[in-house]
T-cell receptor, first 114, second 116 residues
Framework: NAGVMQNPRHLVRRRGQEARLRCSPM?????VYWYRQLPEEGLKFMVY????????ESGMPKERFSAEFPKEGPSILRIQQVVRGDSAAYFC????????????FGPGTRLTVT | AQSVTQLGSHVSVSEGALVLLRCNYS??????LFWYVQYPNQGLQLLLK??????LVKGINGFEAEFKKSETSFHLTKPSAHMSDAAEYFC??????????????FGTGTQLKVEL
């Protein structure tokens, strides 16, 4: 069973460009979480999605960031008009259900904004 | 809101020595607690979890942790460190989400160094 997949693994964007980060959860998992890891910090929760629904986006910056998890295809974290402060590692995790407490993490996407 | 405090951002031990990484949590409800390990440029791998069953939890790679409610602690230990244990370790607490799901609140991490 393939693990959580994220692509790209590394992404370089100039200030003002858009960044799209993709996450394919483990097979059979319908719950996806996105976390951000800033340099020298732990992971911070951003958003929790189920298929076609955003359940909790309390950790998402109010502007420029959006997330989706369509019925078909991967979950997408989208950052518009990136700024240098967006440079971080973005991790996706999945679980089979909301009551299953263990989350499986992908390898992350390291975003660098120049 | 729940929170996690990891004492010591860097811990150094000799190979073969005891590993002790500290984690204290704050929670208004019975917590679910986790230890994850992160190797350089990789994602997080679950070491072990506490979900209100036995208070002494055994994980992978010889690690274990003990849940102590009176001390609000969930320290990670390993009797004998190996060079391959060098990594960053994160303690996390699970917080329920309205509508289901469980977002994790992480500590700031402890970098473990193992010396010959």
């Amino acid at each position: 069973n393939a693990g959580v997949m994220q692509n790209p693994r590394h992404l370089v964007r100039r200030r003002g460009q858009e960044a799209r980060l993709r996450c394919s959860p483990m097979k059979g998992h319908s719950h996806v979480y996105w976390y951000r890891q800033l340099p020298e910090e732990g992971l911070k929760f951003m958003v929790y999605l189920q298929k076609e629904n955003i359940i909790d986006e309390s950790g998402m910056p109010k502007e420029r960031f959006s997330a989706e998890f369509p019925k078909e295809g991967p979950s997408i974290l989208r950052i518009q008009q990136v700024v240098r402060g967006d440079s971080a590692a973005y991790f996706c995790a999945s679980s089979p259900s909301g009551q299953f407490y263990e989350q499986y993490f992908g390898p992350g996407t390291r975003l660098t904004v120049t | 809101a729940q929170s996690v405090t990891q004492l010591g951002s860097h811990v150094s031990v000799s190979e073969g020595a005891l590993v002790l990484l500290r984690c204290n949590y704050s929670s208004s409800v019975p917590p679910y607690l986790f230890w994850y390990v992160q190797y350089p440029n990789q994602g997080l791998q679950l070491l072990l979890k506490y979900t209100s069953a036995a208070t002494l939890v055994k994980g992978i790679n010889g690690f274990e942790a003990e849940f102590k409610k009176s001390e609000t602690s969930f320290h990670l230990t390993k009797p004998s460190a190996h060079m391959s244990d060098a990594a960053e370790y994160f303690c996390a607490v699970s917080e329920g989400v309205t509508g289901g799901g469980n977002k994790l609140t992480f500590g700031t991490g402890t970098q473990l160094k193992v010396e010959l």
